[in-house]
Nanobody
Framework: QVHLVESGGGLVQAGGSLRLSCAAS????????MGWFRQAPGKEREFVAA????????YYAEFVKGRFTISRDNAKNTVYLQMNSLKPEDTAVYYC??????????????WGKGTLVTISS
């Protein structure tokens, strides 16, 4: 079992930045690829970004490329999502995910409970 706890969400103006963190506990963190998904009101959960177990490979949804950066620190059992140039359409609950292939929801083994990000225009 892996327990994931997100933090760093909040309210910012459009154009601003936030950094989300996800702290993991339980089974060996470095065994898993890690990712971030988001879910806006009335919409399905969608993939945002993922990082391989050792941080050497990263993957992004088209709508965040160039604005968001995912990274991980295996010594701290933590994955991060740096979000810049935020837009109102980035408003959503952001979920941390762990698994073997976390670029789509069926590949996720463990979910966090989410952190709310609200971008005002």
């Amino acid at each position: 079992q892996v327990h994931l706890v997100e933090s760093g969400g909040g309210l910012v103006q459009a154009g601003g930045s936030l950094r989300l963190s996800c702290a993991a506990s339980g089974r060996t963190f470095s065994n898993y690829a890690m990712g971030w998904f988001r879910q806006a009101p009335g919409k399905e959960r969608e993939f945002v970004a993922a990082v391989s177990w050792n941080g050497s490979s990263t993957y992004y949804a088209e709508f965040v490329k160039g604005r968001f950066t995912i990274s991980r620190d295996n010594a701290k059992n933590t994955v991060y999502l740096q979000m810049n140039s935020l837009k109102p359409e980035d408003t959503a609950v952001y979920y941390c995910a762990a698994g073997g292939l976390v670029t789509y929801t069926p590949g996720v083994h463990y979910w966090g409970k989410g952190t709310l990000v609200t971008i005002s225009s």
